[in-house]
């Protein structure tokens, strides 16, 4: 099982990145998908996640401003970020997992299996 994150990098306050999230060794249509940050001094937070249903969930703080989706037939999903903020930046990581079913629950790194390496994203003029 491996998952490699891409797209982070240095932009503006404003800017946009997207984020993807690149899976193998399991069937990716099988696994809810999560997208987890982790700031330095801070816990792991989870950003957002789209469940194996299609169902989605934002954190409040990203509301209207990112969007995930997943697409099954190329084992990949991705985090569009717009209007970004200095505070979103973090370490970017996305993690996959059979368990949960509900907001609380997906939106928790403790609930998920498997995750990438993460990617770094740094807003800062």
């Known amino acids: 099982v491996q998952l490699v994150e891409s797209g982070g990098g240095l932009v503006q306050p404003g800017g946009s990145l997207r984020l993807s999230c690149a899976t193998s060794g399991f069937t990716l249509e099988h696994y809810n998908i999560g997208w987890f940050r982790q700031a330095p001094g801070k816990e792991r937070e989870g950003v957002s996640c789209v469940s194996r249903g299609g169902v989605i969930y934002y954190e409040d703080s990203v509301k209207g401003r990112f969007t995930i989706a997943r697409d099954n037939g190329k084992n990949t999903a991705y985090l569009q970020m717009n209007s970004l903020l200095p505070e979103d930046t973090a370490v970017y990581y996305c993690?996959?997992?059979?368990?949960?079913?509900?907001?609380?629950?997906?939106?928790?790194?403790?609930?998920?299996?498997?995750w990438g390496q993460g990617t770094q994203v740094t807003v800062s003029s």
């Open positions: 993690a996959a997992t059979q368990r949960g079913s509900v907001w609380f629950q997906l939106l928790r790194p403790a609930t998920y299996d498997y």
